[in-house]
């Protein structure tokens, strides 16, 4: 009995050893991406995970911004189809069946039986579906994607509306801000920090001067796994520690300057963020959100912090996947994917159709917040390898 205990304590100090080689390795490894020394031994690396993100929707004074109230839900817009007499009608308690199998199931159906908010594109004939008034005020965050003063169509854009600039230029494209800036959905009654994105990793390498510098490594990753299933409190502890994702496809390098303290970019062709949607199945976890022509002016924060704005255009296909799941988007949600599919088609700005001339892009900002984290390269590649294959 007495050697079978010993082999026990033997077995116990093995695993603890072996535990601990491995959470050093790991520690190692997350250290040796967050901060990595040159020849000099001065440069540095950051890692950040981006906690908050938002759709680029500015607060202003409602009256300013949406003179007119909120765009029509879809209970609204069905029920402005009707005449007033048969609205009444419609309205009275004991005919409550027949109105919500009216505007819940037969006006987000189409006539083959589409998914207003599956299929939107069958809808965009459909009369009955408005283009959104859109924002009505001046000021908007995001950037300058098209470098004009004035909007007017180049080879890449259609003409379009500035924006006076909240994000440090004075005049900004976010087209997608005026198309959906007065949507109940998108904008909510008071302003809010919703997590638009699915939290995301942003690395800064080459930082030998936090306040000038003309040659920083700017890394964008997603991490594998659902995030969101942590819960949103999970993502305001800094320094925790989260792993690349294997898949290269949403791992993204780029060149950018430090100028005063904040981050600048050069325009990046593509970025792909991993967007999970658990209750999809399989289809949910290998959804993505696509930019395009991506800029970051982003600020190192005293605090440690790393705040500032994403802009891009994004796909008309590719924004508010969520939204274009299912009827209850429509149904419960009350939110009219059809009317918000034919709004974003029209004010589109970017990515001109070379058929039609119409553009199929729209240009977009997200604010987003980034608190310090530690990194570790994805599994089965070394740090060395990580660094080349995201180069």
């Not at 579906?129 to 908007?140: F, H, I, L, T, W």
């Not at 959906?180 to 998108?186: D, F, N, P």
């Not at 802009?311 to 988007?329: L, M």
């Amino acid at each position: 009995m007495t050697t079978l205990r010993m082999r026990l304590r033997r077995s116990v100090r093995s695993l603890h050893v072996i535990g601990l080689v491995v959470a050093s390795a790991v520690a190692l490894g997350a250290m040796a991406v967050h901060a990595r020394g040159t020849d000099s031994g001065r440069s540095t690396s950051r890692a950040f995970l981006i906690s908050k993100s938002d759709v680029g929707i500015h607060y202003g004074k409602f009256e300013d911004d949406c003179p007119a109230g909120f765009e029509l839900t879809v209970e609204e817009e069905y029920l402005a189809t009707l005449s007033p007499a048969e609205r009444e009608r419609m309205l009275r308690p004991e005919n409550a069946k027949e109105y919500a199998k009216a505007w819940k199931d037969d006006f987000i159906t189409g006539p083959g039986g589409e998914n207003v908010c599956n299929n939107p594109k069958s809808f965009l004939n459909d009369p009955r579906r408005r283009v959104y008034r859109g924002v009505s005020s001046k000021d908007s965050y995001g950037l300058n994607l098209d470098g004009t003063t004035d909007g007017h169509a180049t080879p890449k854009t259609c003409a379009h509306p500035k924006f006076e600039g909240l994000n440090g230029e004075p005049l900004v494209d976010n087209q997608l801000y005026r198309a959906v800036g007065c949507s109940k959905l998108a904008r909510g009654t008071t302003p809010g920090t919703r997590q638009y994105l699915d939290p995301f990793l942003i690395e800064l390498r080459g930082l030998d001067d936090l306040k000038n510098n003309d040659h920083v490594e700017l890394g964008i990753y997603s991490t594998d796994g659902d995030l969101s299933l942590k819960g949103p409190d999970t993502f305001d502890l800094p320094h925790q520690t989260f792993t690349v994702t294997r898949n290269p496809r949403w791992r993204t390098t780029a060149k950018a300057r430090i100028v005063d303290g904040v981050l600048i970019t050069d325009t990046i062709p593509v970025v792909y963020l991993h967007w999970v949607m658990s209750t999809w199945g399989a289809f949910g976890l290998v959804s993505e959100h696509e930019f395009r022509d991506v800029r970051f002016r982003m600020t190192l924060e005293a605090d440690g912090a790393l705040t500032g704005v994403m802009a891009g255009y994004r796909p008309i296909d590719n924004i508010f996947t969520v939204g274009y799941c299912c009827k209850g988007t429509a149904s419960t949600a009350n939110n009219d994917c059809a009317s918000e599919y034919k709004t974003l088609a029209t004010m589109a700005d970017g990515y001109p159709d070379e058929a039609t001339g119409q553009c199929t892009m729209i240009s977009s900002a997200q604010n987003l917040t980034g608190i310090p984290t530690f990194l570790v390269p994805p599994p089965a590649e070394t740090v060395a390898a990580f660094r080349t294959n995201s180069r």
